[in-house]
């Protein structure tokens, strides 16, 4: 039931794209690792700036983030563990992944989120 | 041999140190040529073991793995070193660059070895298993590379790790678990000493990270109560049981009496070694269970009413 509704969900957004009228949320989770201190954080395109929330849209868009396929991740030793979810017209679709399951399209947004959360600390 | 990713994700990257060759003058390059030395001389010399397989398998090391990158990991063929948060502004930054500790070198290139021998599910208590091991032979590293006996070592894994903005001696202590850091933006050390502690988690595949401190503080229990080079005897046996005797899904008491009956077999049933383990797995709050032949003497005792 979920797949079919994250299919059509995805489909529509991929289809669409963001639009820059709607707002997003973005929430970002990072553990595991060698030291194994999570960080995380939340970001509200309304917060950002037009053309930071241009850029984060456009990177949401680019990892094919509501359509994409992700490769199974198995627990690896002392790989971070991601797992980004993302919050668009009234509904939400979550991705995860280990460092080597990571598809490099992810790896701009990736590395933004985790600058966002460190920064935070 | 070393490779350099140059600060991205293509993998292994540019050739920077291969076997033999002086070094680079590159702190990353050369902390992760000399550690892997030292462990491969681990080992070697003391173990009798060629290389992770034990076949002489070539040590792969990456190094500034992507930018602002505070991790390092064995990927099942290779370790993977990043720079630490050198992305962030001085006073914001938390971590060096992951080479800086040799421990950590011993722990990843351990994960390897764990790979080819017990094959340590990563989750739950066999993961914290693995990651005790990889801590226990990182610090066995450190501490031949410093000449230091089980009473002088310090016990900590990453020391060196954090930056001056952190309070904390190192990520991990074997010897007081739960202590290593204490700061205002990190929060405390996590890892419990004890089984009354075990911490119930989904997270970090079950908190590999945090319950190993119960078996890592059994590991110092016996090498302390051992003495001398902690690698001669207790990572002996430990060494030993990782190799023929652990299983992939073995829990904390599983692994204790495999210790226990390694220590046997090396040591001799009841020496000072063996009473060691089980006073070191004792002091963690995991008691062994005894052999069969044992366990039935003992009843058999209590069934007679004799003392």
């Known amino acids: ?121 | 041999m070393i490779y350099d990713a140059e600060n991205g994700s293509a993998m292994p990257g540019r050739l920077a140190r291969a076997e033999g060759d002086a070094a680079t003058g590159d702190a990353a390059t050369d902390e992760a040529y000399d550690g892997a030395g030292a462990t491969f001389d681990l080992y070697y010399e003391i173990f009798e073991r060629n290389s992770i397989d034990n076949q002489g398998m070539d040590l792969i090391s990456i190094v500034h793995y992507l930018q602002g990158y505070d991790n390092a990991f064995w990927n099942g063929e290779r370790m993977v070193y990043g720079d630490g948060d050198e992305d962030l502004p001085e006073d914001q930054r938390l971590f060096n660059r992951f080479t800086i500790a040799i421990d950590i070198i011993g722990h990843e290139l351990t994960h390897g070895v764990t790979q080819y021998e017990a094959g340590l599910v990563y989750k739950d208590q066999p993961g914290a298993l693995n990651e005790s091991f990889s801590d226990v032979f990182g610090s066995l590293v450190k501490q031949r590379a410093k000449m230091q006996t089980a009473d002088e070592a310090d016990w900590l894994i990453g020391e060196g790790l954090f930056t001056s903005n952190v309070h904390g001696a190192g990520i991990r202590s074997m010897k007081n678990p739960g202590t290593a850091y204490n700061d205002p933006i990190l929060g405390k050390d996590p890892q419990p000493a004890h089984m009354r502690d075990y911490v119930q988690t989904t997270s970090d595949n079950g908190g590999v990270h945090i319950n190993s401190g119960i078996p890592n503080r059994a590991f110092f229990g016996v090498a302390k109560a051992l003495g001398g080079y902690a690698w001669q005897k207790a990572g002996k046996i430990w060494y030993i049981a990782l190799r023929d005797k652990l299983a992939a899904n073995d829990d904390f008491h599983t692994a204790a009496n495999k210790t226990f009956e390694v220590a046997a077999a090396l040591y001799g049933k009841n020496s000072p070694a063996q009473l060691a383990v089980q006073k070191g797995w004792d002091e963690v709050g995991i008691t062994l269970h005894l052999d069969k032949k044992q366990g039935c003497g003992k009843n058999f005792r209590q069934f007679l009413g004799w003392p």
């Open chain 1, 1 to 121: 039931m979920w797949k079919k509704f994250s299919a059509v969900f995805g489909l529509a957004l991929a289809c669409n794209l963001i639009n820059m009228q709607d707002q997003f949320q973005l929430h970002f989770e990072r553990s595991g690792g060698f030291a194994a201190i999570m960080v995380q954080v939340a970001v509200r395109s309304d917060s950002l700036d037009a053309k930071e929330a241009h850029k984060v849209a456009s990177m949401i868009e680019n990892c094919q983030f509501f359509d994409g396929e992700i490769p199974e991740s198995k627990p690896s030793p002392d790989q971070f563990y991601y797992v980004i979810r993302v919050l668009y017209r009234g509904q939400e679709q979550e991705v995860s992944f280990t460092d080597a399951a990571m598809p490099e399209r992810y790896r701009p947004l990736v590395h933004y989120l985790s600058l966002k959360a460190r920064e935070k600390k």
